[in-house]
């Protein structure tokens, strides 16, 4: 278990898939240890830690550690097929978890007391599964942790 600060990412992961699954309305939702290979059910939302790093300051004759993880939150909306199409069902998608994501309250996202925003950004992104494409977005969440 990786602790930041206060919160570990098991917490971090656990509450934004909690959260932003039942929120958005989006079929499924899963967190970094429900992860599969292939995807029967589109449209999923998946979570899970891609990077971190810890620096200590030291003020005032204290040590202060603070701790940055950058989460991914992958919007997998359903499998390619035509341009016009795959973007009808994606782009609702991404304003579904965006919205829900600026809805957030700095120092208590996700209902986790210490962790504050960096940035965030989401991209398209075609996924490959199981040998298959499937069109959908990815949001990178930088997060603070104290």
Known sequence: MVILGTQTLVAICNAIESHLGDATG??????????TEGMNTTPTLAVYPQS???????TFRQGVRITHATI???V???LRADLKGDMAVLVPLIDAVQTEIEKEREGYLFGLDGVQWGDWRWERVVFVMAGQEYIGARFFMDLTVY
């Open 26 to 35: 989006i079929a499924r939702s899963q967190s970094y240890d429900e992860l």
């Open 52 to 58: 971190g790093s810890t620096v200590y300051q030291h």
């Open 72 to 74: 991914h939150i992958d």
């Open 76 to 78: 997998i909306a359903k």
